[in-house]
């Protein structure tokens, strides 16, 4: 049974950091592609940052480029987003998904079959 568990979400002010984690177990992270995407109310579900299985492409979506970085460990089986230069923009329910290993990083949310039950960001003005 695969299971992803999202975790370091908060509330905290315009320009701080924050690190979320996804912990993944009943599938390793090291043979999957994993992506983060973000939720706010009213809104739909959108690409935040993927990462291939090898760890040899990464993608963003423009709105966070720069600020924002996604990485694995394998040993931990675990996919971590950091955040850095926090906007209110940013506020949002944040999941984390697997998709099929391959090389390019796919931003739809369609390509995805598992996902966690999300954590939440607040960022405050």
């Known amino acids: 049974q695969v299971q992803l568990v999202e975790s370091g979400g908060g509330l905290v002010q315009a320009g701080d950091s924050l690190r979320l984690s996804c912990a993944a177990s009943?599938?390793?992270?090291?043979?999957?592609?994993m992506g983060w995407f973000r939720q706010a109310p009213g809104k739909s579900r959108e690409f935040v940052a993927g990462?291939?299985?090898?760890?040899?492409?990464?993608a963003y979506a423009d709105s966070v480029k720069g600020r924002f970085t996604i990485s694995k460990d394998n040993a931990k089986n675990t996919v971590y987003l950091q955040m850095n230069s926090l906007q209110v923009e940013d506020t949002a329910n944040y999941y984390c998904?697997?998709?099929?290993?391959?090389?390019?990083?796919?931003?739809?949310?369609?390509?995805?079959?598992?996902w966690g039950q999300g954590t939440q960001v607040t960022v405050s003005s």
């Open positions: 990462i291939n299985w090898s760890r040899s492409n990464t």
């Open positions: 998904a697997s998709a099929r290993g391959v090389f390019s990083v796919n931003t739809n949310t369609a390509a995805y079959n598992y």
């Open positions: 009943g599938l390793t992270v090291n043979a999957y592609n």
